[in-house]
């Protein structure tokens, strides 16, 4: 079809890179097609994505709802569906709501399962089951089996299961022009971010080979998981005593270890990680500060006006002092502030550039380049989100609060690369007569020492009571923090478990012979980074028993 041809060629406009000329392009762009394009054209039909793990979900169905929203703005309503009865971020579905509430349409579905255990894999009849990162299932085999009732009826086949991944999957690792990728689409052009002398550091990699299979564990932090080979070098945290008269000194050693000894029985265990990414593109936006500033309380939903939201003086004067507006209303708050929402006229084609023009609540993101802005632009984004959606309590620290989970967590990610690191909590909403929030959302909350002097000193707020609650924040201890920095931060091991033989990667990074694995810092064996595909491989050797379409077995 020529639209989805044009949907191709134009995917750089979505954040995503052409087909093309993106190695970087997946199995997870090429699935959400195989969803959204029957849902634009026929009638009834119904998608499912799943995975083992939430994450892999909303991963897959974001860029089913960007290829969605490209479709409605850019069709000229040809391949526009409304969805009025079910619209949310787990499942979408084309139809519309007659005056009487009744349904009616084309009634086509796109859904996200998350499936810890395969007997959440039920329903009813589906066209398409789609695996998101099977190589990343441990329970692959028997999920698969549970799906087949949804693509049978009285043993006929009516649907399809299709499954897909990489070893490796979600481990991230960050690349030479400041991008974040999962390991397995790495190639030695892009480069990889290791670290050295305290600092991040950009590493050549001089050599990838091909994955080899090796036992391997999963270790678990507060700060996430990394599965890697039982011999993988880890920076840890060596603690060593003596007594100096009186006084007991204990003494902090960076020391390299492997995975499987990460744990040691008598103490509670610390791995090292980079506190600053630090890595920044040469990309830029026309007015980061204003961008960050709609994304919190501006408006700019298709065939709209941008309209600016606030009642902080110094914003509204921003917007005024910068821009040709129009005031559309105004009022008085209850605690004495001027609120205002001015149209800003001749924005829309910033916005459309950037890729965030016609966004509304829950569909808002980030610019598509934001991992690729150069340091500068990256602050004052940050900056504009903080002083409009952000607050600052003195006594305890930093947070910022969003209704759509993977706008938060391209903020948590954009804040990594300053140093500033903090943890994302889901309120889930308050179902009662007179309550307000109605809705679930997620705030982002930053609260250790560290990470708020990296924001007192990175991010430009242009709010005053803003500016004085942080100085009042950071003050007891930003001397203290600042003398003692060495530019890493640590993760506590909460566990460690062994997963068995793995398919695991290979690459030598050749600076330092370093590179960050999930933030953690991590050193040349060269390579082994690798989670299961025990489920993946069984159904590859036998496919007739999982219903897999089988070809001639020319990797083994």
């Keep these: 079809m020529k639209i989805y041809a044009e949907l191709i060629r134009n995917y750089k406009s979505l954040g995503i890179k052409s087909l093309r000329d993106n190695k970087n392009w997946g199995f997870s762009e090429i699935g959400a097609c195989l969803g959204v394009r029957p849902f634009i054209t026929t009638k009834g039909f119904t998608t499912i994505y799943t995975a083992y793990t939430e994450s892999y979900v909303d991963t897959v169905l974001g860029k089913c709802w960007v290829q ?16 009025q009865k079910i619209d949310n971020i787990k499942h979408k579905r084309a139809s519309l709501v007659d005056s009487e509430g009744i349904e009616f349409g084309r009634m086509a579905d796109i859904e996200g399962i998350t499936a810890d255990h395969p007997r959440k ?22 999920s698969w089996t549970q799906g087949t009732a949804l693509v049978e009826l009285g043993g006929a086949r009516v649907g399809i299961k299709i499954g897909w991944g990489c070893v490796c999957a979600g481990t991230k690792v960050w690349i030479n022009n400041g991008e974040q990728i999962n390991i397995e689409n790495i190639s ?15 590493e050549p990699i001089t050599y990838i080979q091909e994955p080899l299979h090796k036992e391997c564990v999963r270790i678990t932090t507060d700060q996430g998981i990394l599965e890697c080979s039982t011999d993988h070098p880890i920076l840890f945290m060596y603690k060593k005593s003596h007594r100096n008269g009186n006084k007991r000194i204990i003494e902090k050693i960076p020391t ?44 700019y939903g298709i065939n709209k006006t941008p309209r600016f939201c606030n009642c902080d003086p110094e914003l509204n004067n921003y917007v005024k002092s910068n821009y040709k507006t129009s005031l559309e209303t105004s009022h008085t708050t209850t605690d004495g502030r001027l609120y205002e929402e001015n149209r800003i006229l001749d924005l829309v084609p910033t916005l459309r550039s950037i890729g965030i023009y016609g966004q509304t609540k829950n569909n808002k993101r980030l610019p598509n380049n934001f991992l690729r802005l150069n340091k500068n632009d990256a602050a004052l984004l940050l900056a ?23 706008l938060i967590e391209q903020i948590q990610l954009l804040l990594k690369k300053f140093g500033i690191w903090g943890k994302i909590y889901c309120h889930k909403p308050c179902i009662k007569e007179g309550r307000k929030d109605k809705n679930g959302w997620y705030d982002l909350n930053i609260r250790d020492q560290l990470s708020c002097v990296n924001f ?57 012979h370093t590179y960050l694995a999930n933030d953690i810092i991590t050193h040349n064996t060269g390579g082994d980074m690798g989670p299961a595909l025990a ?18 077995n020319f990797y083994s």
């Design 188 to 202: 030695p052009d892009m480069g990889i971010i290791g670290f050295k002398n305290g600092q991040s550091n950009k």
């Design 256 to 299: 390299w270890v492997e995975a499987k000894d990460v744990m040691p029985r008598k103490s509670h265990n610390t791995i090292y990680m980079c506190d600053k990414v630090g890595v920044f593109g040469e990309e830029s936006i026309p007015d980061p500060r204003l961008i960050g500033m709609l994304i919190g309380d501006g408006s």
């Design 68 to 83: 969605l929203n490209w479709l409605n703005q850019n069709t000229d309503g040809g391949m526009k569906r409304l969805r």
């Design 384 to 406: 504009g989100l903080f002083d409009t959606d952000g607050y600052i309590n003195p006594k305890k620290g930093i947070q910022i609060s969003q209704s759509c989970k993977e």
């Design 456 to 512: 007192y000193k990175s991010i430009p707020l242009l709010i005053k009571y803003k500016q004085e609650s942080l100085k009042q924040l950071v003050s007891p201890y930003i001397d203290k923090i600042l003398e003692n920095y060495n530019g890493t931060r640590t993760a506590i091991v909460k566990s460690i478990e062994n997963i068995g033989v793995h398919r695991i990667y290979n690459l030598t990074a050749n600076d330092s």
């Design 121 to 142: 894999i039920r329903g009813e009849r589906v066209d398409r089951l789609l695996f998101e990162e099977a190589g990343s299932n441990p329970i692959l085999s028997t």
């Design 535 to 552: 489920g993946l491989a069984k159904m590859f050797e036998d496919p007739l028993s999982a219903g897999v379409l089988p070809y001639k």
